[in-house]
């Protein structure tokens, strides 16, 4: 009896299971596969410090404290302001000379035009300026000074005076007694007490509104006494005059020049009371 050939079957769960093997070890040889090309991928150093790197400036720069910037009114720069806010000398020399003519910069266009800066150095230095909103210089105001008349002001008059107490008050008033009031201002100096400073103050607030009432005396009748009482004149220069008169039948102004020839000051105040 012939033998059958042997054959090998297998069952539907063995198929099955077959199958499944092979699709696990399909996987695992992909899987393998996969990862081996990866690990076989060169790395590139460089690039991977230059990215660590800018990741740890971003994070140093995240914890500094942000820089405060002060501002300043370029108006009122000092030199050592200027210097550190990087204006060069002559542009500050050039603001300076500018500030002198009592005007002010207002806008950065207008600092630019004074310090003439570049526009790039203008840029550099335009964050740390602050200038005035709406500045406008107002002119300041004048105070008129209404002038009092020398010939009738009074002691507490002249006592108001930075210099003048109650001593050269008293003093300017008995002085323009003597003199039947002040004919001209520059009598002033004669007050005996008052310096250069002091008349020049008074002066600031005093001048002559109302004349001097003074008598002149005539010189062909004027006697002794009353020449010796005129202001300017003394015992002697009284004599003088007399004498004169006397021997000449008479006496005129031309006399006067010739006696007083070297106090010509003294000459034109003794006019005022002689003719």
Do not use: W
Not at 30 to 48: A, I, K
Not at 126 to 134: H, N, R
Not at 149 to 177: C, Q, W
């Amino acid at each position: 009896m012939p033998q059958r050939p042997f054959r090998f079957v297998l069952s539907r769960p063995q198929r099955g299971a077959v199958i499944i093997l092979l699709l696990v070890m399909s996987v695992v040889q992909l899987f393998r596969l996969f990862t081996q090309s990866v690990e076989e991928v060169p790395l590139d150093m460089t690039e991977t410090h230059q990215y660590q790197a800018l990741l740890d400036s971003i994070r140093i720069r995240e914890k500094e404290p942000t820089p405060i910037v002060y501002q300043y009114n370029p108006n009122y720069l000092s030199d050592y302001r200027a210097y550190a806010i990087g204006i060069p000398p002559e542009a500050f020399d050039r603001l300076l000379r500018f500030r002198e003519t009592n005007r002010f910069v207002n806008s950065p266009k207008e600092f630019q035009a004074v310090t003439e800066l570049t526009d790039a150095l203008m840029e550099k230095v335009l964050p740390q300026l602050k200038f005035p909103k709406g500045f406008v210089k107002t002119k300041p105001k004048v105070r008129i000074l209404v002038k009092k008349d020398i010939n009738k002001a009074t002691a507490n008059d002249f006592a108001e005076i930075s210099g003048i107490g109650s001593v050269l008050s008293e003093r300017i008033v008995n002085y323009r007694t003597y003199l039947s009031g002040f004919s001209v201002l520059a009598q002033c100096y004669e007050v005996y007490g008052l310096d250069s400073l002091v008349v020049k103050r008074l002066l600031d607030r005093f001048e002559i509104q109302s004349p001097p009432n003074i008598n002149r005396l005539d010189l062909n009748r004027a006697t002794l006494q009353e020449l010796e009482n005129t202001p300017y004149l003394n015992r002697e220069d009284a004599r003088k005059i007399i004498a004169h008169r006397t021997r000449n039948k008479g006496i005129n102004e031309a006399f006067l020049s010739e006696l007083f020839v070297n106090s010509p000051n003294k000459l034109q105040r003794i006019k005022l009371y002689l003719h």
